[in-house]
């Protein structure tokens, strides 16, 4: 459509500024939500006292464990999963971060 003055393709770039624009607004609100959240989230209580744990990750073939072939090594296992206690020599249960239970195989 073309109108006296070269006015024809104004109103196409006129929509395209307002989208532009509408785009910024919408990136800056969700950055800066994300921003809080993830400042919140940083704020959360994860339930324990974090500052004195040592966290680590083991891989062994199933089939050391099976054997008992350790090599005279200790392997301590920290998991919630209660089928891998069958494998062990000893086991403790901790509630709330205190001992509530011991027990030991007999060899």
Same mark, same amino acid.
């Given at each position: 459509?073309?109108?006296?003055?070269?006015?024809?393709?104004?109103?196409? &770039?006129?929509? $395209?500024?307002?989208?532009?624009?509408?785009?910024?607004?919408? !990136?800056? @609100? /969700?950055? =800066?939500?994300?921003?809080?959240?993830?400042?919140?989230?940083?704020?959360?209580?994860?339930?324990?006292?974090? &500052?004195?744990? $040592?966290?680590?990750?083991?891989?062994?073939?199933?089939?050391? !464990?099976? @054997? /008992?072939? =350790?090599?005279?090594?200790?392997?301590?296992?920290?998991?919630?999963?209660?089928?891998?206690?069958?494998?062990?020599?000893?086991?403790i249960?901790?509630?709330?971060?205190r001992?509530?239970?011991?027990?030991?195989?007999?060899?």
């Amino acid at each position: 459509m073309r109108l006296p003055n070269g006015q024809g393709r104004h109103w196409l &770039r006129d929509g $395209l500024v307002v989208a532009e624009i509408a785009l910024a607004l919408v !990136l800056v @609100t /969700g950055g =800066s939500l994300m921003i809080r959240t993830i400042r919140n989230l940083s704020r959360v209580s994860v339930g324990f006292d974090s &500052r004195q744990i $040592l966290t680590l990750h083991l891989s062994m073939p199933p089939a050391s !464990l099976l @054997t /008992g072939d =350790s090599n005279g090594a200790t392997i301590c296992i920290v998991t919630h999963d209660p089928r891998y206690v069958s494998y062990a020599d000893r086991s403790i249960h901790l509630f709330d971060g205190r001992v509530v239970d011991e027990s030991a195989k007999q060899r």
